[in-house]
């Protein structure tokens, strides 16, 4: 009985500190917001846009983006750190771009186009996901403007 008690308490345990480190989380989103020119979805969208990219494609990835951010009037900057801003920790980058795979129907990028576009780019970013994705899709050319 001692035994099952001290499970359930680990348990209750490990979820309160999951639940306090997404209150901080969350803080620090509200913080860092706060400080932001305000960018729409459609001026984050035209940005890549006006680089080239389909415009399709990068709403799709910036809705999945902004899932785990949870707040909706949250400011996303082309040149932010996904790793801080969506709070990735061990393999949930790895997740994200699964599932932006599965969205946009197209294959998981080969460890050979992690590389090349991992020494283009510093951190984790929007268009470094671009880059990615573009490589990972058998043409490329549904991830540029028709």
């Known amino acids: 009985m001692k035994v099952l008690v001290i499970i ?10 999951e639940m306090v480190k997404r209150k901080i989380h969350r803080h620090k ?5 706060k400080g932001r020119n305000k960018l729409s979805k459609e001026e984050f969208v035209q940005h890549f846009v006006t680089k080239g990219y389909n415009k ?16 909706n ?8 750190d996904l790793h801080k801003i969506c709070d990735l920790h061990d393999l949930d980058d790895i997740e994200l771009i699964g599932r932006i795979c ?3 129907c197209i294959e998981y990028p080969s460890p050979t186009n992690f590389d090349s576009i991992s020494n283009k780019y510093d951190y ?19 991830f540029y403007q028709s």
């Open 29 to 33: 989103l509200l913080r860092i917001n």
């Open 8 to 17: 359930i308490l680990i348990l209750f345990g490990g979820l309160f500190l």
């Open 102 to 104: 599965n969205k946009l």
């Open 56 to 71: 399709d494609r990068i709403s799709i990835m910036y809705d999945e983006i902004m899932l785990p951010i949870e707040l």
């Open 124 to 142: 984790l970013n929007f268009e470094y996901l671009l880059e990615l994705m573009r490589w990972s899709d058998e043409t490329g050319q549904s």
């Open 73 to 80: 009037d949250f400011v996303l900057l082309p040149k932010d």
